[in-house]
């Protein structure tokens, strides 16, 4: 299974671009990266994937770099309420197993 | 739809006890996972599910283990209650295209063991 690392914690200003990055240096070619946010001790929530071409959504941005083996999530103007922890994780398994393996992600602290 | 329903949201069980955690999902999803929290650490995998009748082991399945009999429901049994399976357990789904979609997580259900 491919394994992500993330650093534990970051901090960002409100109203500031939160650029929460990932490594997944063994993360083999049809495999997805996937981004979720966890608020509280609530479910954690779907926030973006990719495989490997930059995506963008109402939420945030992702940039894959070319050879895949990093990845950053941008939050354009970050705000209070983003305050979480934030996953990235790659599907885990061979073939279409469907296994997603979560790491510790990286708590940001968005401050006024 | 109601989405992923999970039961009981509270739970205490005395060492030794067994229970079964439930879960629900509305939406015709093939895969299903089961996951514990511990405070202030990240999601573990227990087990997880590809479809009615098939299920796999995840990161830490020692002490739990689990049924597909059906597509909706995937309930996770723990037997032999011990204090650190103390967690929060959360329940997962997800549409059967595993490259693409979103997991839809239950609200999770807390449970102490004494």
């Known amino acids: 299974d491919a394994k992500t690392t993330q650093p534990p914690s970051m901090d960002c200003a409100e109203g500031r671009a939160a650029n929460l990055p990932c490594n997944h240096s063994?993360?083999?070619?049809?495999?997805?990266v996937y981004w979720y946010r966890q608020i509280h001790s609530q479910g954690p929530q779907y926030i973006i994937h990719?495989?490997?071409n930059n995506e963008t959504n109402e939420m945030a941005s992702l940039i894959i770099t070319e050879d895949r083996k990093s990845s950053t999530l941008i939050l354009p103007h970050a705000t209070l309420r983003d305050t979480a922890v934030y996953y990235c994780i790659v599907r885990g398994g061979s073939g279409n197993t469907g296994k997603l393996i979560f790491g510790q992600g990286t708590t940001l602290q968005v401050k006024p | 739809n109601a989405g992923v329903t999970q039961t009981p949201k509270f739970r205490i069980l005395k060492i030794g006890q067994s229970m079964t955690l439930q879960c629900a999902q509305d939406?015709?999803?093939?895969?299903m996972y089961w996951y514990r929290q511990d405070p202030g650490m990240g999601l573990k995998l227990i087990y997880y599910s590809v479809g009615a009748g098939i299920t796999d082991k995840g990161e830490v399945p020692n002490g739990y283990n689990v049924s597909r009999s059906t597509t909706e429901d995937f309930p996770l049994r723990l037997e032999l209650a011990a204090p650190s399976q103390t967690s929060v357990y959360f329940c997962a789904s997800k549409r059967l295209q595993a490259n693409t979609g979103e997991l839809f997580f239950g609200e999770g259900s807390r449970l102490t063991v004494l």
């Open positions: 063994t993360i083999s070619g049809n495999e997805y």
């Open positions: 939406m015709n999803h093939n895969y």
């Open positions: 990719g495989l490997k």
